[in-house]
């Protein structure tokens, strides 16, 4: 399965993590499956000096497109939960809609000749 990423973030579904590929760095989706969860990683993540705003903003759509956690974990102000076995689907379709999208784009890819021929 194809893995998706977010700038240097990566969702790496064969081990249940969204990782930093220039340092290594992961966050353990079994370790985001409520909103307290997923806030304090985010603030965790934000007092790094290596995370710029655009590394910041980058693992906010990752969390976005893996979890959809304003819906799923904290919508109308309410504290919801995931279970392992939820997030672990959600990461699985995560990873297929991208494979999916690359599938489609490559439908309507440009061909080009070559002139020398």
Same mark, same amino acid.
């Given at each position: 399965?194809?893995?998706? =990423?977010?700038?240097?973030?990566? #969702? ?21 499956? =409520?909103?307290?969860?997923? #806030?304090?990683?985010? /603030? ?18 990752? /969390?976005?497109?893996? +979890?959809?956690?304003?819906?799923? #974990? ?26 999916? #999208?690359?599938? /489609?784009?490559?439908? +309507? ?9």
């Amino acid at each position: 399965m194809s893995n998706k =990423t977010w700038g240097n973030w990566e #969702l790496r579904v064969e081990i249940m993590c969204i990782e930093h590929s220039v340092n290594g760095y992961q966050i353990s989706l079994d370790e985001c499956l =409520t909103s307290a969860q997923v #806030l304090d990683w985010v /603030f965790q993540m934000r007092a790094k000096t290596w995370v710029t705003s655009e590394e910041m903003a980058n693992l906010l759509d990752a /969390f976005d497109d893996v +979890f959809e956690p304003q819906s799923r #974990l904290c919508s109308v102000g309410r504290n919801k939960s995931l279970t392992k076995e939820e997030m672990h689907r959600l990461a699985e379709t995560a990873a297929q809609r991208k494979t999916d #999208l690359k599938e /489609f784009s490559n439908l +309507f890819a440009p061909t080009y000749r070559d002139d020398a021929e």
